[in-house]
């Protein structure tokens, strides 16, 4: 599936992916190909995304995430340090 994490300063990251973590508001939750479609808002937490070749975590201060025919889309609010 296609991940793409965006802030307002810029893109974070687009690839392909196999799982992707998101900290929802009410616990963390898992991707996976073939999703149903999802809207969700997220809290301050860890957004992992792993593939073959990569495996990348990093801490965002809330968002929000679109699941869509295998497209994830997260606007972060901003990366915390």
Same mark, same amino acid.
């Given at each position: 599936?296609?991940?793409?994490?965006?802030?307002?300063?810029?893109?974070?990251?687009?690839?392909?992916?196999?799982?992707?973590?998101?900290?929802?508001?009410?616990?963390?939750?898992?991707?996976?190909?073939?999703?149903?479609? %999802? $809207?969700? %808002?997220?809290?301050?937490?860890? $957004?992992?995304?792993?593939?073959?070749? %990569?495996?990348?975590?990093?801490?965002?201060?809330?968002?929000?995430?679109?699941?869509?025919?295998?497209?994830?889309?997260?606007?972060?609010?901003?990366?915390?340090?």
């Amino acid at each position: 599936m296609q991940l793409e994490i965006i802030t307002p300063e810029k893109k974070i990251f687009e690839g392909e992916v196999a799982i992707a973590t998101f900290p929802g508001e009410d616990g963390s939750f898992q991707i996976l190909n073939d999703h149903a479609p %999802l $809207v969700s %808002l997220l809290k301050e937490g860890v $957004v992992e995304y792993k593939s073959k070749e %990569l495996s990348e975590r990093i801490q965002i201060t809330g968002g929000v995430v679109e699941v869509l025919k295998n497209k994830v889309i997260l606007l972060a609010d901003g990366l915390k340090d």
